[in-house]
């Protein structure tokens, strides 16, 4: 191989400048304080940065939807105090008004106040975030939950579909609450479709003297013993008797009772099954031939609990005021007991939302925490060592240089001298 000063010089520089590069992309990595400047410089470790920052960049999605959620929830809250706080109120003027030592006209001030208050209820069901969104209208934030109907009475306009926030990429959970989910119907007390139970206990056979006859109606034993000229109708009367006199001492409710023949029905008007049970003792040396049957005629069904809309039991209860209705009005107390129970159960929940929220919002930031010393771990650089092999490079290169200058200068003349 022919070494000529040409290619003496082209392998100089070429070294040269391959450890000027060398040189250069080290300071860059100085000056930029990270192991990888451009993704060429190392893909696999390029992937598992752009990994770690996505996964970072998720986090702080997170936090940020958590913590307009938190928002929601404080105003959400705010309007559900104040709910609570009218309902209360409306709960003592109701005391006042069922009190029987009260005018007509006394009632009907309280009425008055009482719709002020369901105003204020109003308002406070129609309230709206920051955004000008109302937050008990479900999906329909552009639309005024409560409005008044034709018969005068707030109903509902929203819809109830449910929205979902992420907590995390594997959890979510509902957020929102609609109109009927903080101001739900109430129960009246009352039952609706009730079905009542009917047994009819036949009398079969020939009654006689000292014949003894007993019915048995939820565990409870009656019992009559025949009489010379008793009929299957005397008998089932004096048992009726017995069982009425039951009745009115409290022992059973919701029991009718009547006889026809040779036939006792009895009727479950609550819809609630009975136990019924009927025997017979013969009289001494007598005929074997009556006997008592118990047949359900219809099965009962007590129905189920009817309910009443939050504002439409509210609007009963000042029209019953106005009325003087006093005993309905003493009823009514239970729905406002149950609106205040929604009420402090809503605020539980608001609060128990709340805590968990602020929980996760903790958990993702130590996860936050973790993903961002993994990140710092791999592209941040290694000063002391990345200014020490930078500096022995600047050396390198530069007993390069001195070298090359010194060698570049000597002829085959020098040689021959």
């Given at each position: 191989?022919?070494?000529?000063?040409?290619?003496?010089?082209?392998?100089?520089?070429?070294?040269?400048?391959?450890?000027?590069?060398?040189?250069?992309?080290?300071?860059?990595?100085?000056?930029?304080?990270?192991?990888?400047?451009?993704?060429?410089?190392?893909?696999?470790?390029?992937?598992?940065?752009?990994?770690?920052?996505?996964?970072?960049?998720?986090?702080?999605?997170?936090?940020?939807?958590?913590?307009?959620?938190?928002?929601?929830?404080?105003?959400?809250?705010?309007?559900?105090?104040?709910?609570?706080?009218?309902?209360?109120?409306?709960?003592?003027?109701?005391?006042?008004?069922?009190?029987?030592?009260?005018?007509?006209?006394?009632?009907?001030?309280?009425?008055?106040?009482?719709?002020?208050?369901?105003?204020?209820?109003?308002?406070?069901?129609?309230?709206?975030?920051?955004?000008?969104?109302?937050?008990?209208?479900?999906?329909?934030?552009?639309?005024?939950?409560?409005?008044?109907?034709?018969?005068?009475?707030?109903?509902?306009?929203?819809?109830?579909?449910?929205?979902?926030?992420?907590?995390?990429?594997?959890?979510?959970?509902?957020?929102?609450?609609?109109?009927?989910?903080?101001?739900?119907?109430?129960?009246?007390?009352?039952?609706?479709?009730?079905?009542?139970?009917?047994?009819?206990?036949?009398?079969?056979?020939?009654?006689?003297?000292?014949?003894?006859?007993?019915?048995?109606?939820?565990?409870?034993?009656?019992?009559?013993?025949?009489?010379?000229?008793?009929?299957?109708?005397?008998?089932?009367?004096?048992?009726?008797?017995?069982?009425?006199?039951?009745?009115?001492?409290?022992?059973?409710?919701?029991?009718?009772?009547?006889?026809?023949?040779?036939?006792?029905?009895?009727?479950?008007?609550?819809?609630?099954?009975?136990?019924?049970?009927?025997?017979?003792?013969?009289?001494?040396?007598?005929?074997?031939?009556?006997?008592?049957?118990?047949?359900?005629?219809?099965?009962?069904?007590?129905?189920?609990?009817?309910?009443?809309?939050?504002?439409?039991?509210?609007q009963e209860l000042t029209d019953l005021l106005r009325i003087g209705d006093q005993q309905s009005v003493q009823s009514k107390l239970?729905?406002?007991?149950?609106?205040?129970?929604?009420?402090?159960?809503?605020?539980?929940?608001?609060?128990?939302?709340?805590?968990?929220?602020?929980?996760?919002?903790?958990?993702?930031?130590?996860?936050?925490?973790?993903?961002?010393?993994?990140?710092?771990?791999?592209?941040?650089?290694?000063?002391?060592?990345?200014?020490?092999?930078?500096?022995?490079?600047?050396?390198?290169?530069?007993?390069?240089?001195?070298?090359?200058?010194?060698?570049?200068?000597?002829?085959?003349?020098?040689?021959?001298?």
């Amino acid at each position: 191989m022919t070494i000529s000063t040409s290619l003496f010089f082209s392998r100089g520089v070429d070294l040269m400048s391959k450890s000027q590069t060398d040189l250069a992309k080290l300071q860059e990595k100085v000056a930029s304080g990270k192991e990888l400047v451009r993704p060429s410089d190392g893909v696999d470790l390029a992937l598992n940065i752009s990994r770690l920052k996505s996964s970072i960049a998720k986090l702080d999605s997170y936090k940020d939807s958590l913590n307009a959620v938190n928002d929601r929830l404080r105003i959400e809250e705010s309007y559900m105090t104040g709910t609570s706080d009218v309902l209360r109120q409306i709960k003592t003027l109701t005391i006042q008004g069922a009190n029987a030592s009260l005018s007509l006209s006394d009632k009907n001030v309280i009425a008055t106040q009482i719709d002020e208050l369901i105003n204020e209820l109003v308002n406070q069901a129609n309230g709206a975030d920051v955004n000008g969104n109302f937050l008990f209208a479900g999906t329909r934030v552009a639309t005024r939950p409560y409005q008044l109907d034709d018969s005068g009475i707030f109903r509902y306009q929203g819809d109830q579909v449910n929205t979902s926030v992420d907590f995390s990429s594997t959890r979510q959970t509902v957020i929102g609450r609609s109109g009927p989910d903080v101001f739900r119907s109430v129960f009246t007390g009352e039952m609706l479709n009730v079905v009542p139970g009917i047994y009819d206990v036949e009398l079969t056979g020939a009654v006689e003297a000292g014949d003894v006859f007993r019915v048995s109606l939820d565990g409870v034993t009656y019992q009559y013993t025949a009489e010379s000229g008793d009929s299957a109708e005397t008998v089932l009367e004096a048992i009726q008797t017995e069982i009425e006199t039951a009745i009115a001492a409290g022992t059973h409710e919701s029991i009718t009772l009547s006889v026809v023949d040779n036939t006792l029905t009895i009727t479950a008007d609550d819809g609630y099954e009975r136990r019924i049970i009927g025997t017979t003792i013969n009289a001494f040396d007598g005929v074997e031939s009556q006997g008592l049957t118990v047949t359900e005629t219809q099965t009962p069904d007590p129905g189920r609990p009817e309910k009443i809309e939050f504002f439409q039991s509210l609007q009963e209860l000042t029209d019953l005021l106005r009325i003087g209705d006093q005993q309905s009005v003493q009823s009514k107390l239970d729905e406002v007991d149950q609106m205040i129970d929604q009420a402090t159960l809503g605020l539980a929940g608001i609060g128990v939302e709340m805590s968990t929220i602020d929980a996760q919002i903790a958990i993702n930031e130590d996860l936050k925490l973790g993903l961002q010393m993994a990140l710092s771990g791999k592209e941040d650089l290694d000063y002391a060592a990345a200014i020490t092999k930078m500096q022995a490079q600047m050396l390198s290169l530069e007993a390069a240089q001195s070298s090359f200058a010194k060698i570049s200068q000597l002829t085959l003349f020098d040689y021959i001298r």
